[in-house]
Every structure is written in C-alpha cells, then in structure tokens.
C-alpha cells in the first residue's frame, strides 16, 4: 500500500510538482510595524508617517490617522452638513503600493465637496472587518457614515472562512517575518486572526493564534508534492463554503445599515465580478454595485514586476470614476 503514495509522490516530482514553500514576499516600514494588533478585527493601521518597501524593492508613503484610516483630504466648512462616506476593503482600497496623494480615495476626496472620504481599508482584511467596524461604530454609539462602501475582491472569500489556503498565508507570513526579523516574532504571535462561522443561523467569528493554526495546517504538505496537490484542491472545494460565508456577512451588513440609516454600497475592481454569483446575490438584496474597474489586461495598471496591485495609473482611473458616480447622488 506504501507503494502507491510512494510513486505518486515520485511522478509529481518529476513533472515538476513540488511541496508547499514559503513564499518570500515580506513587507517592512520605518520607522516598524506600520500595522499592529488588534483586538476586534486581528490587526488595523498603527498611527503615524511611515516609508513602506516590500523586499526592499516597491517602495511607497503611508500616513495612518489616529482613527485608523488612511490619509485623505477632509472638508472642515460646515462640517454639520457635511456627509461621510466609510470606504472599507484590503489593500487594493487602501492603496498598497502608492503614495498617500496617489490612492483613488485620497484623489477622489481632493476632487469632492460635501462629503469626507475616509479610507478604513486594511492590507489583509476581507468582507467580515467591514462587519466588524460597523458593529462596534454601533456598539460604542460613534457617528455613523451616511454611506459605507465595501470593494469586493473575489478572493476575501477565503478570508472570510480562513479556509486553509488562507491560513498557510498566515502561517507563511509568520515564518518570513521571523526570518527577515526576529524581533517581530513576539508581534506577529500577538495577532489573532478572524475567520467567520454560521453558528445557530449566525455570524459567529473565531480568533485564532497562530500556533492554532499550525494544527489545523494539512499534514505533510511542506513536505510532500502529493499532499500539496490534496490540500489544494481540498482548498478548492472548500470555496463553497466561502461563498456562502461571504453572503451571509453581506447581508448582515445590509441588514444593519438599513436599520441604522445607512446606505451600503458595494465597489468592484474586476470586471468578471458582473458574471459572477456574488454580484446577482447583491442584486437580489438590492445592493448598488459601484464599477471602478480598469483595464486588467495593461501592465501599466499594476506595480510589475514588484507588486501586483494597482499602479497610480490605475488608481487615477478609479478616481475617475468614483467622483463620476459619487456625483451623480447629490
């Protein structure tokens, strides 16, 4: 019987299929840590002026607020009339990449009046932090938006379920942190990670260390190619799962703004979004969609070959159109 997995393992090997490795993208700030752990939605922005670089390649400025947002131009005139929009997301709405002044939300608040455009997206999260916020604005009776706008991206799907390609993200990050910088381990063991159940009908939210994680890592797919081909497509299937996570954390949402007088809206960067099932379920709960796609198919519209998330170029393009969008709601 030992034979079988034995010569599986040995042809995989031979077409070219390998075990999982730790990939060895690794962000970095000065002055550190221009993120930190948190409590509620496993980390936010750590407040301050930072100079972020990932492996030491792609570099970019970043100003964190004291709120936990990221730097965009606020109108003081009559503040009392004055409308905001939360913009919450990954870190494709926060901008990763760009210079503060370069993201679509700072351009887009530059060019607008009446409304202040702040920017809650953090690199990382997916749609259950936008659940988060919302129930504790509500929870500690803050000030709430007049509008919220999530920016859907497909894969947030497995950031919702922390199925367990998302995890060895996870635990990838951990090894790389520890291994460009040792005195980051006891930082990055302070993070527990949020990861979304049904319980009794019912959003419930885990927190997990990432020693937790580890146990419920795939066994042997470090090591061996065969148990890397198991575990992912086991990740696969377990999308379905994701999916179904994912609608129920947008229907909350819906539910809670409608009872709070809140208008949700979505945005979506990629144009395969409108043949997919999340955009008809959104119809079906009478969700406005917002496009602020671009042109996928042009280099020039991400940071190649560093990085894979839009380029200024892009982000000037999206700005484009949000203020386009934004003004036909006055």
């Known amino acids: 019987m030992l034979a079988v997995p034995l010569l599986s393992e040995i042809a995989l090997r031979v077409f070219g299929k390998t075990p999982h490795s730790t990939p060895s993208n690794s962000p970095s700030s000065v002055p550190a840590r221009f993120v930190k752990p948190d409590s509620s939605f496993f980390i936010k922005l750590n407040e301050g002026h930072y100079l972020v670089s990932l492996n030491n390649s792609l570099k970019f400025t970043a100003t964190h607020t004291g709120a936990g947002t990221r730097l965009t131009v606020l109108h003081t005139d009559?503040?009392?009339?004055?409308?905001?929009?939360?913009?919450?997301?990954?870190?494709?709405?926060?901008?990763?990449?760009?210079?503060?002044?370069?993201?679509?939300?700072?351009?887009?608040?530059?060019?607008?009046?009446?409304?202040?455009?702040?920017?809650?997206?953090?690199?990382?999260?997916?749609?259950?932090?936008?659940?988060?916020?919302?129930?504790?604005?509500?929870?500690?009776?803050?000030?709430?938006?007049?509008?919220?706008?999530?920016?859907?991206?497909?894969?947030?799907?497995?950031?919702?379920?922390?199925?367990?390609?998302?995890?060895?993200?996870?635990i990838d990050g951990y090894q790389t942190t520890i291994t460009n910088s040792p005195a980051d381990a006891a930082f990055f063991s302070a993070i527990r990670f949020t990861g979304a159940i049904i319980k009794n009908d019912t959003i419930a939210i885990e927190y997990l260390t990432v020693p937790q994680l580890k146990k419920r890592e795939f066994p042997l797919r470090r090591k061996s190619a065969l148990a890397e081909l198991v575990a992912t497509a086991l990740d696969k299937y377990s999308l379905r799962n994701s999916e179904t996570i994912t609608r129920s954390i947008l229907a909350e949402i819906n539910q809670l703004c409608v009872r709070h007088n809140i208008r949700f809206l979505v945005s979506?960067?990629?144009?395969?979004?409108?043949?997919?099932?999340?955009?008809?379920?959104?119809?079906?709960?009478?969700?406005?969609?917002?496009?602020?796609?671009?042109?996928?198919?042009?280099?020039?519209?991400?940071?190649?070959?560093?990085?894979g998330h839009p380029s200024a170029l892009a982000h000037e393009l999206m700005a484009e159109k949000l203020v386009a969008f934004i003004k036909t709601q006055k």
């Not at 990954?90 to 210079?99: E, K, M």
């Not at 938006?145 to 799907?157: C, E, K, L, R, S």
């Not at 959104?282 to 990085?307: E, H, M, R």
């Open 78 to 170: 009559s503040a009392a009339n004055i409308k905001n929009w939360f913009f919450t997301g990954c870190s494709f709405t926060y901008g990763f990449g760009v210079d503060d002044t370069c993201t679509y939300l700072y351009k887009a608040s530059d060019l607008l009046t009446g409304i202040n455009i702040r920017n809650h997206a953090v690199p990382g999260y997916g749609t259950l932090e936008t659940l988060i916020l919302l129930k504790k604005l509500i929870a500690e009776n803050q000030k709430l938006p007049a509008v919220m706008v999530y920016n859907y991206m497909d894969f947030h799907q497995e950031r919702n379920y922390l199925n367990s390609a998302h995890r060895l993200n996870f």
């Open 268 to 307: 979506y960067m990629q144009p395969v979004f409108l043949q997919s099932t999340m955009y008809k379920f959104l119809q079906q709960q009478k969700v406005d969609c917002i496009d602020i796609t671009f042109d996928n198919g042009n280099p020039a519209n991400y940071n190649y070959p560093s990085d």
